[in-house]
């Protein structure tokens, strides 16, 4: 079973402060990486895709990936009340059609 | 705009009761995939459409099924619920291809009395 790992939290971030998300995962080839956005109640919404080593930026969002760790993570700058969510990582497995694997996600409260 | 829509959001049944749960697309994409999500776990993959070719995950349970009828619509059907199957039920939605999201609909909410 190829897993996926995620600090369950709830990880308390101040309002304007940087939130940082960790995400682990077993399948080594694995190539693309998902950050998912899930208010309480409602479906995930995709926020970031990557694909490459290093850094991607869009907006207050940055994902960065390191496969020789297997590890990718989501920061958000200058956090706001309405970040206030659950994060799943989701990474697709390489020994399939491409299926995605998820993790449990990460809740994340930020406090004015 | 072009967008992946459940029906109905929040759908009640009695235990034993077929219930069915539909989804359809305005993307155009050619997967659909169908996801079951009980509090504070991940989603978890039932089966999914690539076109008309339909393949079911090992751990699925017989009791669910799915039909695509066409490119835009897809059902999820449930022919004897338990108290179990209560959760929320997600479609989404992608183009072929190792590197495309999913994008998902608002959910279905699943109550078993």
């Known amino acids: 079973q190829k897993e996926v790992e995620q600090n369950s939290g709830p990880l308390s971030v101040p309002e304007g402060a940087i939130a940082s998300l960790n995400c682990t995962y077993s399948?080594?080839?694995?190539?693309?990486f998902f950050w998912y956005r899930q208010y309480s109640g409602k479906s995930p919404e995709l926020i970031m895709f990557?694909?490459?080593?290093g850094d991607k930026e869009d907006g207050r969002f940055t994902a960065q990936l390191n496969k020789a760790s297997q590890y990718v993570s989501l920061l958000i700058r200058d956090s706001q009340p309405s970040d206030s969510a659950t994060y799943l990582c989701?990474?697709?497995?390489?020994?399939?059609?491409?299926?995605?694997?998820f993790g449990a996600g990460t809740q994340v409260v930020v406090t004015p | 705009d072009a967008m992946v829509i459940q029906n109905p959001r929040y759908q009640v049944t009695q235990f034993g009761k077929p219930v069915t749960l539909s989804c359809s697309q305005t993307?155009?994409?050619?997967?659909m995939y169908w996801y079951q999500q009980k509090s504070s776990q991940a989603p978890k993959l039932l089966f999914h459409?690539?076109?008309?070719?339909?393949?079911n995950e090992a751990d699925t349970p017989d009791n669910f099924q799915s039909r695509r009828p066409n490119t835009s619509f897809c059902f999820l059907d449930i022919r004897s619920p338990g108290l179990g199957d209560a959760a929320m039920y997600l479609c989404?939605?992608?183009?072929?291809?190792?590197?495309?999201?999913?994008?998902f609909g608002d959910g279905t909410r699943l109550s078993i009395l």
């Open positions: 989404a939605t992608s183009r072929a291809g190792g590197n495309q999201p999913q994008h």
């Open positions: 399948d080594r080839g694995s190539q693309s």
């Open positions: 990557i694909y490459s080593n």
């Open positions: 989701a990474v697709r497995l390489t020994d399939s059609w491409g299926k995605l694997q």
């Open positions: 993307l155009n994409h050619n997967v």
């Open positions: 459409y690539y076109d008309k070719d339909f393949n």
